[in-house]
């Protein structure tokens, strides 16, 4: 933002400083509608994403799994999938297997 912000103040074409103006305007009037419920440094502070690429691109494993030559997947399987596509990079992955009840019970 700083950045942002010292190129706004070095453009000398009035035109090119309003246009930046506008756009730089309605960033701030999002975020601060919102301060309360991102948290940005909190999140980074704790090793949590802030964007959505990784959501993306989780999304992206899933459908690709999903869709694998010769899989078979059935409504009740996609869940459990997505879960797990889900946690697979996150600091969930732990807490996932030890809450998570395992479908097939331990034979004795």
Not at 54 to 81: C, D, I
Request: contains cysteine; glycine residues 12%.
């Amino acid at each position: 933002m700083c950045t942002w912000v010292g190129e706004l103040l070095s453009v000398t074409d009035e035109g090119e400083r309003e246009r930046r103006r506008a756009i730089s305007d309605r960033a701030v009037g999002y975020f601060s509608k919102h301060v309360g419920r991102l948290n940005y440094a909190e999140r980074l502070g704790a090793g949590r994403a802030i964007g959505s690429g990784a959501v993306e691109g989780q999304a992206k494993t899933l459908g690709l799994r999903l869709k694998s030559r010769g899989a078979r997947w059935t409504l009740s399987n996609v869940g459990p999938m997505a879960g797990l596509v889900c946690v697979r990079h996150s600091p969930q992955w732990n807490s996932y297997w030890t809450q998570t009840p395992s479908p097939h019970p331990q034979r004795i």
